[in-house]
């Protein structure tokens, strides 16, 4: 009888179309399997360590990788859980390590090149966190973990007492014995061009071919369209970006890009 009952409801709701409410009640959750799979090398779970001991800061890692290869873009701040994080990346050693990689591969670039010598070929440097380092500034700054201050910021650049990115400094001198020229293009503004110089000399650039900073005629442009733009005006007066380094992706985005761009790190802030 039952069955004779279920297939008259089946016949009727395929003749009529109707839906039946179904009442699946609201409790539907994916049951994941513990992976405790022993002596793996590589493992499926990385949220532990050999001793299977939470890693502290690995999301905050994540955050950092994400960062770097511009997945996460359009961010304000470093989130506030990563601040120690953060600091003891851009204070200790891996900083330092993941900028000489960089450093090491664009020269490594460069003598790869059959260089013309002809006194055109430049590399671009940005200026914040590429040859000047502000670590001082965002040591006392939170490591980006407070919106960015132009006040607190201006006046420490007006101080000049940013020391250079050895990795970055110690590339300018063998692109300067290759015969290569230097150009600096900034978004400092125009009105910090001495104060950008003199940092720039006191901490051993000592030469330039064209230090560019952002004019007025930028204002309210990103940074991708001022460089690109400016790139583009190099090019037109005969020069051959050889290479082409920032720690901003909007530094190496857009047009007139160079030979090569080189990305250092930074995940403190964020410039579109
Ligand atoms: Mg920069």
């Known amino acids: 009888m039952k069955i004779l009952q279920l297939f008259s ?19 539907i959750h994916l049951h994941l399997p513990d992976l405790h799979i022993p002596n793996q090398i590589h493992f499926l779970r990385p949220l532990s360590g050999a001793g299977l001991q939470d890693i502290p800061g690995l999301s905050c890692s994540s955050w ?19 601040a120690n994080y953060v600091g003891h990346y851009m204070l200790g050693q891996q900083y330092r390590d993941d900028s000489k990689v960089v450093a090491d591969q664009a020269l490594l670039h460069t003598n790869s090149i059959n260089l013309a010598g002809d006194g055109k070929e430049i590399w671009v440097f940005d200026v914040d966190e590429t040859t000047l380092s502000n670590l001082p500034y965002y040591a006392t700054h939170g490591f980006g973990t407070t919106p960015y201050n132009s006040t607190a910021f201006n006046e420490w650049v007006e101080e000049g007492k940013a020391p250079a990115l050895p990795e970055s400094l110690a590339l300018y001198k063998n692109l300067l014995s290759l015969g290569i020229k230097i150009v600096f293009l900034t978004g400092r503004l125009e009105d910090q061009r001495n104060a950008t110089a003199a940092n720039l000399k006191n901490v051993g650039y000592h030469t330039w071919e064209k230090l560019i900073l952002k004019d007025s005629s930028y204002s309210g442009k990103t940074a991708v369209a001022y460089k690109s733009s400016e790139r583009k005006k190099l090019e037109e ?10 720690d901003q992706w909007s530094d190496l985005l857009g047009t007139n890009t160079g030979n090569r761009t080189f990305k250092l790190p930074d995940p403190m802030y964020y410039i579109s």
């Open 237 to 246: 007066d005969g020069y051959r970006i050889i290479g082409n380094m920032g």
């Open 9 to 27: 409801y089946i016949s009727t709701l395929l003749a009529t179309s109707q839906v039946p409410d179904l009442h699946i009640p609201n409790q």
């Open 64 to 82: 950092r990788l994400a960062v770097e290869t511009n997945n996460i873009i359009g961010w304000e701040t470093v989130p506030e859980e990563c």
